[in-house]
């Protein structure tokens, strides 16, 4: 008797460890994961110029970041790159940085596009796609505005025109 009921303990208590990992393993299989959002901190990922440099997103602390999320064959990407461009110009002088992340595609092909379009803001290359996973960016374009601080003031989806862009930065700029 005392057997029988020293087996069923231990059973209970393999079962009962069985259980409390399985409800963790389908917790974590069904969490979603967590993106950048207005008032969070942006991950500090590493990503690569054209010219095959190493850049930190956390180099660009201390200045406000329009970090612009785009792919040379999305059209509306291509739409809103003079109004980057622009504002890059524009806002050099008042500690703000356009950066562009292309999405997938080779340095050759990015620098081409950018001669293309008459772009020069500085552009960063998400090769393997990953941080554009990491942002949680759907569709493209998507742009994020960050202030000095690194967290985001705004999200942008779709292509931003001259004057949402200029009021997203008028109001970074109040703050």
Not at 8 to 28: C, D, E, F, H, P
């Amino acid at each position: 008797m005392i057997l029988g009921k020293r087996n069923k303990t231990v059973q209970i208590l393999i079962l009962s460890v069985i259980a409390i990992l399985g409800g963790i393993a389908i917790s974590n299989a069904y969490s979603k994961p967590t993106y950048p959002e207005v008032g969070s901190r942006i991950p500090d990922v590493s990503l690569h110029t054209l010219k095959g440099d190493t850049v930190q997103l956390s180099d660009y602390k201390g200045k406000s970041l329009v970090l612009n999320f785009w792919g040379s064959w999305c059209e509306p990407c291509e739409r809103e790159m003079p109004t980057l461009q622009k504002a890059a110009d524009d806002w050099k002088d008042r500690n703000v940085e356009v950066v562009g992340i292309n999405y997938g595609e080779d340095a050759i092909v990015v620098d081409n596009y950018m001669k293309a379009v008459n772009v020069h803001f500085t552009m960063l290359l998400d090769s393997n796609k990953s941080v554009t996973k990491a942002f949680g960016v759907r569709p493209l374009p998507t742009t994020f505005f960050i202030k000095p601080d690194g967290k985001v003031h705004a999200i942008h989806t779709g292509e931003v025109t001259t004057s949402q862009l200029e009021s997203y930065l008028e109001q970074m700029a109040k703050e």
